[in-house]
């Protein structure tokens, strides 16, 4: 068993050095709580520049990784680009395991650590390369797009991945009137609605979203008049229905950014509304609250000793990573393409 890390103490440099940060966290972390973050954020800054590593965080981290360690912050799509684009030999992915393993297929060559190994994904164990196999056999000659929230076993048996934020894109892409959509039912149903391609679903749910119900959003609009809602894809058709905007979670991130609302309820992990609620104190978030299990597994003591010993590292069989690498580059050129239109 790895030994915990020291406590570090909250010294007056280490106050010093964090006063700035914690005037922008203080209204989403407790007074109490900082005395315990700021040294430990100190600590990974120095090993992260000691080590030439960069710390890629998902949206869904909480605030003190969000905003204390992050050289990038993220959805799944950005957190993809971004590791194929850096330059750094180490990155440590903030996240579940699914996006350090995209990380390490994009980059080979770089050492891709993930502070806790059993950070996973309820949509990423609803299916096997097996399956994928099988669907195939069933369905000959249809294309596979697969969701990145999936092993990278099951990617080396796709023709393309996508994301929450490009899957319509993605699908339409293939220029095929049936494609195989796995493994999220809820998000291959939304997809369903914005495109005439007929999609064969696999029957998926992420743990957090399929919670969600339509009553509850209808709650919500009643106990705060003139809310506005946005819900992440993978939630169920009915709370789809009853929200304002839908959209990955750097799409919610935008969009609040750019309508600033007065109050917003985001249906999706619960950590989220604290990250963004440091850009705009002015607005108000109602939040429904839904931790990730996995997600909530990284924390600021797994990032040092992460940092402090290069470990645990991700490794994918070079002939697997070589067949996912090539799903996953085909969704990164269709949103190169889309862009240079
Ligand atoms: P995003 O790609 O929208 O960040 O979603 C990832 C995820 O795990 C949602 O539950
Ligand atoms: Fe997977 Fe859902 Fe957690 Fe995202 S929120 S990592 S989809 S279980």
Redesign the pocket.
Known sequence: MTPPNPVLDFTPEIERETRDLYQRVRHVIPDVEWPVHAPLISAINRRKRERKAIILV???MTPEIFHGVADYS??????AQFGERTTAETIVMC??HF?AETAKILSPDKTVLLPDLKAG?S?ASSITAADVRALRQRHPGVPVVTY??TSADVKAESDICC???NAVQVVESLGADEVIFIPDQFLGKYVAGKTSVRLILWAGA?E??ERFSGQELRDFRGMHPGIHVMA???CPPDVLAEADFV??????IGHVGKLRPQKVAMI??CSMAGNVAVEFPEIEFIQPCNL?PH?QRITLPKILRCLETLSPAIDVPPDVAQRARQALERMLAVGRGAARD
């Open positions: 998902h949206n869904y993220g959805d799944s799509l950005g957190l996240g579940v996006m994904c949509l990145v929230n994301t929450s934020a992420c957090v979203h992440h894809p993978e959209g990955s979670t750097s799409a919610m999706t992990e990730c997600m």
